[in-house]
Each structure stands twice: as C-alpha cells, then as structure tokens.
T-cell receptor, first 112, second 113 residues
Framework: EAQVTQNPRYLITVTGKKLTVTCSQN?????MSWYRQDPGLGLRQIYY???????DKGDVPEGYKVSRKEKRNFPLILESPSPNQTSLYFC???????????FGPGTRLTVT | AQTVTQSQPEMSVQEAETVTLSCTYD???????LFWYKQPPSRQMILVIR??????QNATENRFSVNFQKAAKSFSLKISDSQLGDTAMYFC??????????FGGGTRLMVKP
C-alpha cells in the first residue's frame, strides 16, 4: 500500500530535550516536505526537499532541522524544543513539487 | 510570496443541499496548481480536487466542483448533495513551480442531518 508514515503519532516532551520525528514514504517520490498545523493558520511549510541531499527552508524553519540522506526518509529534528513548537506536524511527499502531495497521519507534539 | 485566504471560518449546510466554500489567493507565478484538501476528525489530509492554472475548464470530481476565476484569483469549492461524511475542515492551497505549497486558514464545514 502506497503511504507516508510518521512516528511517533503522539509525543509529550519537555523544553530543551532533543527529539526526532521520522517520516518515510514507499512511493519513490522525489519531493518531501514538513508542515505544522496551528488553529486558524492552516498548514505552514517548515522545510522541503527536492531530492536526496537537497533541502530548503519553507515559511517557518526556525527551530527545526531536517536531513535527506535517503530518498524514502525525511526526519524532522528539534534540537531544543520550546512550548511554541507545540503543534500538529505533517510530513508529505509527491512526485515533483507541483503534483498532488500525499500526507502522513500527523504527529501531535506537546512541549511543556 | 504567495498567500491564500479563506474568509469563512465556519459554515453549515443541511444534508443533501449544496454549499460553496470560498478561497482567494495571490501569487506572482504564471504556472501554478490549486488544491482543495479535506481534513476529517481523523486529521488525515485528503485531496478533494485539483486545478491546473493553465486549464480554463473547471475541475470536477463527482459531487465536488470548483469555480476557478483566474483573473480574480478566486478558487471556490462547490459541494453538491452534501453528505454527513463531508463534515470536516477544508483547506485551499496553491502550489507554484518553486515547490512552495501555501495553505489557507481553513473552513470548518458542518453537515446537519
């Protein structure tokens, strides 16, 4: 089954404790992206990657890191999480940047 | 920078009736794509319909259709014969050739029995 998976689905952590949210797709897509969803703001793009070893900033990259060492994986790293990063996070992939994006199930992150 | 505005935070419709969700956008690109995504309570993002900006014909997918007015930068979604399962958040989005996908703030749609 073609899908985008994210782990964990739920995470509660404390300020400053490094964490990684994993994202993996099995569709051989070149393009992958991370979004955060906050009430009233819709989804905002954090980082995206056009291919292996190619990443670029989206609208809200501050406080986040990404890497793309393999085509299928695109982890999101929070080196020192803060409460304003409490949000719902989505990973997405597509074949090319302008096509339909397939979304993962979301990760609910709470930073206390 | 591109922007997407959904001016209706919440809407409701009776089952079997028709409802239209509004979306306006702004982009400096000449080649771009427009999307409507649905997010039910499960939080999964589901593509409802897409429209290529260079196509004049409005996209249609079963009960879902769009009214794409390129000059006005308007991209509304019409849902016909509304069903209870259509209850969800709906997001309008624009994607340009620079790989930036920008979403509106969303419209919460409630279908009432």
């Amino acid at each position: 089954e073609a899908q985008v998976t994210q782990n964990p689905r739920y995470l509660i952590t404390v300020t400053g404790k490094k964490l990684t949210v994993t994202c993996s797709q099995n569709m051989n897509h070149e393009y992958m992206s991370w979004y955060r969803q906050d009430p009233g703001l819709g989804l905002r793009q954090i980082y995206y990657s056009m291919n292996v070893e190619v990443t670029d900033k989206g609208d809200v990259p501050e406080g986040y890191k990404v890497s793309r060492k393999e085509k299928r994986n695109f982890p999101l790293i929070l080196e020192s999480p803060s409460p304003n990063q409490t949000s719902l996070y989505f990973c997405a992939s597509s074949q090319g940047g302008v096509g339909e994006q397939y979304f993962g199930p979301g990760t609910r992150l709470t930073v206390t | 920078a591109q922007t997407v505005t959904q001016s209706q935070p919440e809407m409701s419709v009776q089952e079997a009736e028709t409802v239209t969700l509004s979306c306006t956008y702004d982009t400096s690109e000449s080649n771009y794509y427009l999307f409507w995504y649905k997010q039910p309570p499960s939080r999964q993002m589901i593509l409802v319909i897409r429209q290529e900006a260079y196509k004049q014909q409005n996209a249609t997918e079963n009960r879902f259709s769009v009214n794409f007015q390129k000059a006005a930068k308007s991209f509304s979604l019409k849902i016909s014969d509304s069903q209870l399962g259509d209850t969800a958040m709906y997001f309008c989005a624009v994607n340009n050739a620079g790989n930036m996908l920008t979403f509106g703030g969303g419209t919460r749609l409630m279908v009432k029995p």
